[in-house]
Each structure stands twice: as C-alpha cells, then as structure tokens.
C-alpha cells in the first residue's frame, strides 16, 4: 500500500463516504468512546499541559539535534552487531531491503504494524521477488487478506469495517466457517498467524520510538505480534522514519506514556517491548541479525522550515479521533494513508499538493486537534500555512475568492471603503432576500443556502444605530 | 469606566441587534461606550484562508482604530481570538510588533470582560425557558475561555441551562469551510442541531454570531422550534 490511495478524486471519495452509515457510526461510536477514556486517563496522570510541554520540549530538542541522535543511535546499533542503513528515498529503502530478502533467499516475511513501509510501499517490492509478506497486526492481517484495502485510521487501520463484513473475508479467503463473533474470529487469526511466525524466515517491524543512548528501537501494541515477529525469525528489520528517535530511556518513558494514553486512552498498552540489536550468548531467543533502516523520504525537506514541527508527531491519532471532518468523511476520503488533521498536514508535504490539495481546505480550524496534540504540534495553524502556500506560491487558489479577498482588503483597509461598501450591502443583496432572509444566494453564498438560509444584511448598520443614537436620535 | 467596543462585522452587517444588546448591557453596567468609527473586520477570514498579506493589512487598520482605546471589548470569540493572535502575526515587525501586544493585551471577549474586569455575574437579566449554550472552539481553544459565559447564564432569573452534549464538537461553520466544503459543513451542523433536540432546548445560546450564523441558518431552513440568541441578548433581556 503506498502512502496515496488511488480511490478517485477528492468529492466523490467524500460523496461515497457521506454515504456510507455503517463506517460514519462506526468512527462516531470510536471517538465518541476514545473521548471519554482519554480525559480519564490524562485526568488520573494529572498536570497534563505540563506533560504536554515536557514531550514538545523533547521532541522539539530531539529534532533540533536530530544530526547528533542519528549518529549515536547508528554508533550504539552497530557497537550491539546490528547494521544500520540510512535510506533516503523509498526506493534506497526497499531496495536495501529487497537485497536482504534475496541474500536470506526468504520465503516468508511476517510483519508487526509500520506506517512507514506502508508509506514506502515495501510489500510489493518483496512480493515481486517471490516472498509471501504476511502482516500480522489483527486490523492490518484483515486489510491485507481483503484483497489491500487501504487503512482508514492510523492505530486502528480497519476502523471502517464490521464483524459481519471481516467474518465474509476471512469466509472468501481463508476458508472460515465460524460465526461473527469477535474472539471467535481473533482465535482463527491467531491460529493461522503463529503458523506463520514459526516458518517466517525475516521479521519487519516499524518502530515508535529508537533510543539513541543504547541503540534500541521501541514497539508498542496491544496484541504482543511484534514480540513474535522479533523473537522468531532469524533475521529482524526494523524500518523507522528518521525522525522517530530519542535521546534516553528516560525521555521514551515520557513519551511512550503519552503516547499510550492519547491513542488508547490506555495508561499502558499490553507490550511495550524494548529490543537491543541481535540475539547475544546466552539469550533465550532473538534474531541473530538485526538491520535498521532509517527512512528520510522528504522528512529532511521539512526540517528547518515552518513545518518542522509537523515532525514532532509520535503517530497517536488522537487529533484523528477528535476531528469532526473525518468524523462524517472517514479515512479513506483522505487519499493517504494519513488521514485527520495529521494527514491534512503530513500528505501534501510527503506527498506534493497536485494530489492532495483539498486536504488543507477539509479543516473548520476548530483546532480541537491542536488541542489534544501531546507534543503540541499547532496542527490548525499548520493548515493555514499550507493554504498561504497554496494562494502564494502555488497559485492554486480559485478565482472567485481570489477576487473576493481583493475586495477584502481594499474593503479593510481602508475605513472609509468599508463604510462605503458596508452601505452599499443591502441594496446588493436585496433581490435575493425575503423577509430579512436569503434562501438562494449569488455566487459563493449559494453553496451556504444550498443547506442554510442566509440573514440579509440591515438596512440600518450597528455604526448607524450608534451615531444616530450619540445625536439623539432613536434612543434603541 | 470607557469601554471601546469592536463590533465585529458580523454584528454590523447583519446582527445589529447583537451590538445594541451589547451597548445597553454595559451602560447598564456602567461604562462608557466609544465606538471608533475606523474600525473594519479583525482579518479572519483571509488569514484563515492563507491570504496573510490582506489579512495584515485590515489587521493594521484596527491596530491604528483602536490605538487610544483602554479596553476593546467585542461580543465574539472568534473575533476576540484573532486579535489575540496578532503579537505572533507581527513578530518581528518593528514599525507594528509593540502596537500588536498593545491591542492583544487590551481586548476583551464580553462575557470576560464582564466577569473578569467589571467582576460581575449577575447582571440583572432574566428568561423564562430552557436554553443550551454552544461552547464556540475559537471561544475555548483559541482564546481560552470557558467559563464566564456559563458563570453569566447561571444568573439569568427563569432560565433552565442545561448541558448540551457532544459540546466540544464544532458545528461545522468555520469561515469559508462553511462554504467549500458545504456538503460537510452540513453534516456537522445537523449534528449540533440534533443534539440541541435531545435536551429539548427552547434557546441555543452562543457568544459568536459566526456559529449563529451557521446553525441558525441551518434551523431556519430545516424548520425547528429552536430560538438562536447571541449571549449578549440574553444578558440584556429582561422581563
């Protein structure tokens, strides 16, 4: 799955999505849930802003000092025998990769969950050269075997789809005959999965946090497959984004609670699983060769500009989870496996605005991403600077609102304009109104009364009321 | 006490109710009120649409509007908010930076002013019926505030205040979004109405006349038994 979802253009991915109930009840019943158990568990951690301005202060000195981090991680994975590869396009990335598959002669791959090789699209890659690429988180596992569906939702990638709608997949395309019920279903996934672990001959993983300090990469999940995925195969590669490291332990620690709690509302999730290069003498299990690949793929084109902090993400969802735009639109109406305000945000920088530039626009600014963001990343006034970019550089902006901001700022700049033009309002729309009511407007208000009803404008100003008022003139 | 008010466009065009509530409410109050006739709009809706230059300069023409004022007070959130937001806009600007932190330390959204500057709750008002009150995002993620308009409202003599759920949820107006993402805009808007049916509110109270603009917009063309009143009307009502 590469990081672009070839689902058509951006209004009939919405218009399909507006319509489909069951996925629009299923995010609603999901963020209306996550809402209530996020605000408990940052509610029990207590002084949330203040942890909120630690994780910023450890992100934003991380990426500040991202050159130096890189290489103390590279030092210490390479002083534990593991390899280190720095990739910087996602072809540099799969090919390396690819090599190893070959060299290893592998024949099956198992996967834990990775945005980043989703992003890069690795498993075509490996599938070209024979391999039979397994993912092995539960929501990936079904999204694969449904012929790729794309994810719609960054932690819970098969959000979209119901028990009744997996059990007909899992029917289709793996021979299942049992019922809808979920542990049901999980066990058969289980059981298919652990064959799979066991006559994997690589394990890829993603990596949510890499400690620079000893060479350890970090993975989170509720379902423990990446314990298996790093503990079986003889050979583990583990792929990150450059800028998913940290410092220490300590700052991990901050981060991984963070983390947790703002994705799941979770103080902990089930695993959280620190791996340290390959297997060592007299280790009960492990790979005995461990490959990271450190992934830039135009994240090194957002550092230093007013993006930056774009990078500061630790991939929670919670700005997802929050919003009311993908609340009714869904992941898929994104075009990107990022989808939200994160997604909004990320895919046009990854991706270039030809593909994605409505995201920027799919946005009320209501800034409840902003809000919930636990290292702060001002993601609202991260999608005004993409529309600035939009207007300025690309000049991509429609014709119509390029002259209606002309007529704004002639109209307030100049308090005399204003009063001109503000007078001028009523006349101007009186052949639309109707009782101090619009109910079929001009030009761009015709998009608002095509759902609302527009107030006409007073034929009496506020500033008339008022300086009529001073002379004595009506008194209300 | 003099009182400069920003009115806001909004009010002026097309809610001049909203402004004379807001003017009789504080000379009730005890102020004095300066209405600079200079003043335009606070610039937001061609900031939020990325068109930075325009919007800096309405942004300059209330900065010099508003120059010699003690207090700007405004009747919205929103409005509120943007002002706030002009330091970080002219950072580094040395003909404009310091007028900017002036202005941003100077404004006051209404129910703040009342209830952290004249230290008033009670105001006086008074409306019989049950009334929600829609917490506006810019009100409450931009600008902060969250609690004086319910502090204001808990004082009003018959009216019945009760939650409305999903409050933190936004109802879909969002300037232009309203506009060019209309088919989603509506979705959120109906949302916002549905819930304000299910507490079976007679009012939907707000403090921006943008969300108003929106859901009463949006009642009025679907047809509900729903009366929307700025907060100012409300604190101006009385029997």
Redesign the interface.
Known sequence: MPMKIENGPFWKRVEENLQNDFMRGAVAGMQDRGYVRRLGVIEELGHWEEWRSLAEQIRKHTLENLDYYLMQLSENVAKRGGHVFFAQTAEEANDYIRRIALEKQAKKIVKSKSMVTEEINLNPVLEAIGCDVVETDLGEYILQIDDHDPPSHIVGPALHKNKEQIRDVFHRKLGYNKSSDPVELARHARETLRRDYLTADIGITGCNFAIAESGSITLVTNEGNADLVTSLPKTQITVMGMERIVPTFKEMEVLVSMLTRSAVGQKLTSYITVLTGPREQGDADGPEEFHLVIVDNGRSSILGTEFQPVLQCIRCAACVNVCPVYRHIGGHSYGSIYSGPIGAVLSPLLGGYDDYKELPYASSLCAACTEVCPVKIPLHELLIKHRQIIVEREGKAPVAEKLAMKAFRLGTASPSLYRFGTKLAPSAFAPFAEDGRITKGPGPLKAWTESRVFPAPNNERFRDWFRNRQKGGNPS | MKVSLF?T?L??????NV??AT??LLERLGCEID?P?????C?Q??????????AK??M??MMR?FADADYVVTPSGSCAAMLKEYPRIFRGDPEWEEEAKRLAAKTYELTQFLVNVLRVEDVGASLPGRATYHTS??MT??LGEKEAPLRLLEHVKGLELVPLP?A???C??????????????????D?KIEHIEEVKADYLIGADCGCL??IG??I??VGKPIRVMHIAEVLNHRN
Not at chain 2, 11 to 16: C, G, N, P, R
Request: charged share 20%; aromatic share 10%.
């Open positions: 009115v466009c009010i002026d065009l097309f809610y001049t402004g004379k003017v009789e209405f006739e200079a003043q335009t709009c610039g809706p061609a900031y939020n649409s990325g068109y930075i230059k325009d300069e309405a300059k023409q509007a995002c810019h993620r931009l999903n933190h949820q936004c879909g107006f969002g300037g232009t979004f309203s506009v060019k993402m209309g088919p989603i805009s509506e979705q959120m808007v949302e603009m929106n917009g949006r009025g063309r």
